[in-house]
């Protein structure tokens, strides 16, 4: 019996009171799944960073083609109406119908106001501000738009990189928890025990906190 | 007119608490329709000639872009003629579709015109008439985004006095309410002061300077020059130097332009040079993009074409009502901040910008620098 109890006695005295050993329990436990969640976190952050760098990617292309559409249509639109001018001065008929007809509608309407205008005030070239018809500027301001969204989404995926990596920060620094939590039975003296359940319950909180605030 | 469609944006989903891309959640709710008449030159009228204009189709594309809105305008292309400004006022008013006005230029179109608009129930927002006159509440509907007269002129003579060291100021004027009205300002905020000026007045377009030059006598040192017209001020500096006379000379708002350029010259203006702002450094490359070039003055009818589609949208929001009364009654509501003059707009009673304020800038080798 004495054999029996010696163990026990000894148990008892190397590993304290019992809540001592609960606490270490939970507190592992505790450390275990944070660390899984925060890791998972990291994870998805991660992920939906990547979708935002690839979509800001995406409108940087759909940005660049609009400008370059822009650009493209308002050269092109000059030139033919530098064309058509030199057709009706020179009375060649056929040929102004002929790059008349070479023109998108947008171009046709923006070159019908600007007749309509009087010749007193008439602007040197249909392609100016006070021409309704004009379209160039809405289609410059889209693609400005495109490119703001492009940038909005760069900053949202570098917000949710920087949070990823914040969680990946506390997940390892739960390995402390964990360290401190595992060497709680090796220690005999209490005080000992009662430090390293303290660390890590410190470091747990201190984890949860920042997985809340990095959420 | 008003609600063309409601539409309820999908909220974007939701990362762990922050929000996606504004544009990707943004809520598109309602399309606004209606016109807007913007009575400022576009052809042929010189210096100036269509940079408001430009400002004004910038703000207004930029403004349907942003809002999903489906404003358009109407140009009207008046410059200075009060003749040609109640001519169109005119035809802008039997326009149904019309609710609201950016313009007129200047004050004097704006005493012509204001009671047509007055008594067709429209607003009219002026990005650059000053005078003082006109917010003495006998026009109802005309606000302006800019400092009044009564506010640049003793400024302009604050400056003169403080800074310029005057022993006798030459006040050159033109006869027109702008002109006039900034001059007597000047030349009041001076007497005050108790320094000495003398006043002559020239007339628009004027070619020969000589009896100005003449004036310039060593006791005159400061030369006011609060013209109407830019390429005046420059002639009349351009004579000066002719002429071997160099006092210090100052503009009023009208000459911050491009085509004023007399080195060293002071101007006044409501409006800061917004290429100069981190903030409105975006929409210059956005005008840079559409005009190519870019000039400072004209900035105002940016924010005048905003202040009426803000209007316009607060009414179409509110009821679907974007009439000219209701565009009347949410004007005085307006309230944004401003990336191109750099502050809050808002009206008082007057209606008034709240909190207006004159900024004296230098010609210098790289454009205008702020000098006060």
Redesign the interface.
Same mark, same amino acid.
């Given at each position: 019996m004495t054999g029996a109890h010696a163990p026990s006695h000894g148990h008892s005295e190397m590993h304290g009171p019992r809540w001592l050993s609960i606490s270490s329990v939970a507190i592992l436990g505790i450390a275990a799944v944070l660390a899984g969640v925060t890791a998972w $976190?990291s994870a !998805?952050?991660q992920g939906?960073a990547v979708e935002?760098l690839t /979509?800001s990617t995406k409108a940087t292309t759909d940005a660049n083609a609009l400008t370059q559409a822009a650009e493209r249509s308002m050269t092109s639109e000059r030139q033919l109406f530098i064309d058509f001018r030199s057709a009706l001065d020179s009375n060649n008929k056929n040929r102004s119908v002929m790059i008349y007809g070479m023109m998108n509608p947008n171009t046709r309407a923006a070159i019908g106001w600007w007749r309509e205008?009087p010749e *007193?005030?008439?602007? *040197?070239s249909p392609f !100016?501000? @006070?021409?309704?018809s004009w379209d @160039?500027?809405?289609v410059?301001?889209?693609a $400005?738009?495109a490119l703001?969204?492009s940038d909005?989404?760069l900053? /949202?995926a570098e917000?949710?990189l920087g949070?990823a990596h914040s969680l990946e920060f506390l997940a390892a620094l739960l390995t402390i928890a964990f360290l401190a939590s595992g060497l709680t039975p090796l220690f005999e003296s209490l005080r000992s025990r009662i430090s390293l359940i303290s660390v890590s319950t410190a470091v747990v909180i201190a984890c949860l906190i920042g997985t809340a605030v990095f959420? | 007119m008003g609600v063309v469609a409601v539409v309820a944006g999908a909220c974007g989903s939701s990362v762990g608490g922050e929000q996606q891309a504004s544009s990707a959640t943004a809520f598109k709710s309602i399309n606004c329709d209606g016109t807007v008449a913007v009575m400022l030159p576009y052809g042929r009228f010189g210096a100036t000639d269509s940079v408001q204009m430009n400002w004004a189709r910038v703000s207004l594309d930029k403004f349907n872009q942003d809002h999903n809105t489906l404003f358009t305008f109407e140009p009207s292309n008046v410059d200075f003629d009060p003749e040609a400004g109640v001519s169109e006022a005119q035809r802008i008013v039997t326009n149904p579709n019309v609710i609201g006005v950016v313009g007129p230029k200047t004050s004097v179109v704006t005493k012509a015109v204001g009671p047509i608009f007055d008594a067709a129930g429209l607003v009219y927002v002026s990005p650059s008439a000053t005078n003082a006159t006109l917010t003495d509440g006998k026009l109802k509907g005309f606000y302006r985004v800019v400092a009044s007269d009564s506010l640049q002129g003793p400024r302009m003579a604050q400056f003169i006095e403080e800074e310029l060291k005057p022993k006798t100021v030459l006040v050159v004027e033109n006869d027109e309410p702008y002109s006039k009205g900034l001059a007597d300002s000047i030349v009041e905020t001076l007497t005050a002061e108790g320094v000495p000026s003398q006043r002559i007045t020239v007339s628009l377009e004027q070619k020969s300077y000589q009896d100005v030059v003449a004036q310039v006598t060593d006791s005159v040192n400061v030369v006011a020059m609060p013209l109407l017209i830019a390429t005046d001020a420059q002639r009349l500096a351009n004579q000066l130097r002719a002429g071997g006379k160099y006092p210090a000379l100052i503009g009023g708002d009208s000459l911050f332009v491009g085509a004023f350029s007399a080195p060293g010259a002071y101007v006044s203006t409501y409006a800061p040079d917004a290429s100069k702002l981190s903030e409105g450094r975006e929409i210059i490359n956005l005008y840079q993009s559409i005009f190519g070039t870019f000039e400072a003055y004209g900035g105002p009818a940016f924010v005048a074409m905003q202040v009426v589609l803000t209007a316009a949208l607060t009414a179409c929001q509110a009821n679907g009502d974007v009439s000219r009364s209701a565009v009347t009654k949410a004007l005085p509501g307006v309230r944004f901040e401003s990336r191109i003059l750099d502050s809050s707009v808002a009206f008082d009673e007057r209606h008034e910008l709240k909190g207006a304020v004159v900024h004296i800038y230098q010609v210098g080798p790289r454009g205008f620098e702020l000098a006060d």
């Open positions: $976190k !998805v952050m939906h935002n /979509l205008q *007193t005030s008439r602007p *040197t !100016v501000s @006070a021409n309704p @160039a500027p809405g410059i301001i889209d $400005k738009a703001d969204r909005e989404y900053q /949202l917000f949710q949070r959420w | -």
